[in-house]
């Protein structure tokens, strides 16, 4: 976790933006130029785009998912263009994007290099997590792809591979629920390039307890499956504790348990949280405060909504702007809420410590 706590620090805002577009949450006018691509498009392979039926076709629905997409990026890149210097990573969640197909993928990928290309530290919210070869490849995301053509290991005995290509993450969320057999080749992969890992262990929704506050035997101590899980992954990160004091196996804590929250604070010492749930899904600063160290630090808290929506609220929005009008409403608003969060938090944090 060295590289985002040095972001962090060096931006003085524990901040990630979710990108994690839907169509409702795009302006109506990017939307609607999607529409009339995608209309000329069907028109130029013969299809009629008002005709009910032609509209279910397979082509019909592929030219519609790629324009779809390709609105998806836009929309990313103006909210990128708003925080790209305020804060110090971004979260994709990739079932907005696969939702969409290979289309939507490409749009995936294409985000996360640009946000790359920025500097930004990006977390790909995959909840991937098996065992043995699938894990392996899951853990792709992170190693990337063989290459073919150069020698079959390094000097060092590892296997060569592409690196950040295709994917362009550092970072990955995992389910653990397979225990070490569904960790370790992300850990082997996050190692190999300096990237970092969050698992599930305290989730922001409601029927997370359902599971998660399940006691267990009086053996373990009477403790909770949520804290025997942190307990878990606090020893699976131990042999890659960084120069920060965090090992690179974070864990995901979310913002709507704020009790639970410091109690994985005080047991997971060395054990990054990224932190969902505030903003839009009730988690407010006073909530999430508790979850960092006492140094304010040890964690990065999540809004995707509040961030990248924020340009509903505003009351200059007209659908009669242009599209670029409305794009550009939609960094100067991102950029706006990711200030008010950063300043939140700090205040929250400060009055915490």
Known sequence: MDRLTALIQDKQNPTVV???PRPELLPSQLI???RQRAAGSMAQMGLDPKDPQQNQDEQAQ??????????YLRFNLAILEGVADLVPAVKPQIAMYEALGPWGVRAYTGTCRAAADRGLYVIGDVKRGD?????????AHLD??????????????????????????????????LGSDGVEPFLQAAEHIQGDLFALVRTSNPSG???????????????TIYQRLGELVESWGQ???????????????????????ALLRRSMPHTFFLVPGYGAQGGSAADVAPMFDRSGGG???????????????????????SVQAALGMVTRDARRAAQAMKDDLNQAIKEAR
């Open 299 to 321: 964690a990065v808290v999540n809004s995707s909504r509040g961030i990248i929506a924020a340009w509903r609220k505003d009351p200059d929005y007209s659908p009669q702007l």
């Open 131 to 139: 065992i043995g070869s699938t894990a392996q490849a899951y853990a």
């Open 209 to 223: 307890s359902q599971i998660q506050e399940l006691g267990l035997d009086t053996d373990s101590g009477g403790v």
């Open 62 to 71: 592929a030219v519609w998912a790629d324009h779809l997409a390709s609105a």
């Open 239 to 261: 042999h890659s504790i960084g120069q920060s004091g965090y090992s690179r196996l974070g864990a995901v804590v979310g913002a709507t348990h704020p009790e639970d929250g």
């Open 144 to 177: 990337g792809l063989p290459l073919p053509f150069a020698p079959e290991q390094d000097a060092d005995g590892s296997a060569r591979t592409g690196g950040r290509f295709p994917w362009y993450e550092d970072a990955l969320t995992i389910n653990v629920y």
């Open 18 to 20: 979710g990108l994690d």
């Open 32 to 34: 609607e130029q999607a």
